[in-house]
């Protein structure tokens, strides 16, 4: 996988509490590293104890004493669960030191740089780039793991393969399809095994350092432990819930595409560009370089979706479609202008290549926001250059983003899936 480089500022869905969307953008410091998936070993290990045992431990022990003795027996063992759940932690931390080895190397950072120095990426991460590190842990699970991706992603990749089958004139090696927001990978890995020349666009540097982790390091099909549900307490049935453990990655990318290169099947191509949707592909070097455009849990990152629109349609060669489906969980809902506007302002200069931007346009940072239903972004997308070929909402069985199944609790989106078709501009 090869990653090219645009602007990038760090969004992400943020769906494991549903319902609460993730307003914020930008890099915050001068580090280059800085809002990189993990930092030093201290704060790694506070990516994953997000169980915080030490003050569970201390809960536990203001208790009155016969209640400890309660707790303690054989039958619940709280304390012995409590350790044997820090080392789940620690397994997931072993995948987080995976990832930030690599990072390092990528980087050309050192693991003791000079304090101070431009380099110096020690205590640089905020609280939010802790709780984003660890939700990319997590979502490994739904990509990575067998388990996950049956249950969340196979289903949407069966939508999206007879959607571009059926839609498109061209066979899988000539067709180019491009997937913004394509996450930790897997939805682009998929579809270049299947023979598309796919490239995916990604503007988390927590997402872009995991897949490029697990696309092109990771030595065997399940070499990691990884324990999804531990960081939380809540709605477990049982003990053994919390602690289900799964193995990433399911396959092996390499050896999934020489399989299929033995068996004389085509295979495609996949590459990453990292930044901005709208600012890396609104240029006249992308007009009408794509048969097609997925987005898959995507649409509702932007605060101005004809942005979005209007990028999907300047990418698309006329007669492309644009497959979506994805829920409407408008990430910049409660977005305050002024202060978003401030902070851009200090972080424009840590940017990549923000020089470079098309004049008058900041991507999803530009002010601004609103929120369309379903049918209104249907009927937007239609006033600004698409026909409708289909249209229908998913049942929840198959809108899980990140879903214990084993959970009491259990949300679930009822996606909308629908096809576009670029029309034809009349020749004079």
């Known amino acids: 996988m090869n990653v090219s480089n645009a602007q990038s500022e760090p969004y992400e869905r943020n769906d494991q509490q549903y319902g609460e969307g993730n307003n914020e953008a930008g890099l915050q410091g001068t580090q280059p590293f800085g809002s990189g998936p993990l930092t030093d070993a201290g704060e790694r290990r506070a990516i994953f104890n997000v169980l915080d045992s030490y003050r569970r431990r201390q809960n536990f022990y203001a208790l009155p004493q016969a209640h400890q003795v309660l707790l303690n027996d054989p039958a619940i063992s709280f304390l012995d669960n409590l350790s044997t759940i820090d080392d789940a932690i620690d397994e997931n931390a072993d995948l987080a030191d995976a990832i930030l080895e690599l990072a390092l190397e990528t980087f050309d950072l050192s693991h003791q740089p000079e304090r101070g120095s431009v380099l110096d990426w020690h205590d640089a991460a905020r609280s939010l780039d802790l709780n984003k590190a660890h939700s990319t842990i997590k979502q490994f699970w739904r990509d990575w793991s067998k388990e996950g991706f049956e249950a969340e992603v196979k289903p949407m990749l069966n939508l999206i393969l007879g959607g571009l089958a059926s839609n498109l004139a061209s066979a899988a090696g000539q067709t180019r399809v491009l997937l913004p927001g394509a996450g930790l990978g897997r939805l682009l890995f998929e579809l270049s095994l299947a023979g598309y ?104 990152t932007s605060p101005n979706v004809i942005r979005y629109i209007e990028t999907v349609g300047h990418c698309l060669k006329e007669g492309g479609i644009w497959i979506n489906i994805g829920p409407l969980l408008w990430h910049f809902e409660d977005r305050m202008v002024a202060q978003h506007d401030h902070e851009h302002e200090q972080d424009r200069d840590h940017d990549v290549d923000a020089k470079e931007e098309p004049k008058g346009q900041t991507g999803i940072a530009e002010p601004g926001s609103f929120e369309l239903t379903d049918e209104e972004v249907l009927v937007l997308a239609q006033r600004m250059g698409f026909e409708l070929i289909s249209h229908e909402n998913l049942p929840p069985s198959v809108g899980g983003y990140i879903q214990d199944p084993t959970s009491m609790l259990q949300n679930r989106y009822q996606c909308s899936h629908w096809v576009l078709r670029k029309k034809s501009v009349p020749q004079e």
């Open 197 to 300: 020349l796919v490239e995916g666009n990604e503007i988390s540097y927590h997402q872009l350092l995991a897949s490029n982790f697990i696309l092109n390091t990771v030595q065997r099909a399940n070499q990691y432990k990884l324990y999804p549900f531990v960081g939380s307490f809540n709605n477990h049935l049982s003990r053994h819930n919390q602690l289900q453990m799964v193995t990433i990655p399911d396959v092996h990318p390499g050896a999934a595409v020489e399989e299929r290169m033995r068996l004389q099947r085509p295979v495609g191509e996949m590459n990453m560009s990292a930044g901005d949707f709208i600012t890396s592909y609104s240029s006249s070097d992308h007009a009408g370089s794509f048969d097609a455009v997925v987005t898959v849990y995507f649409i509702d």
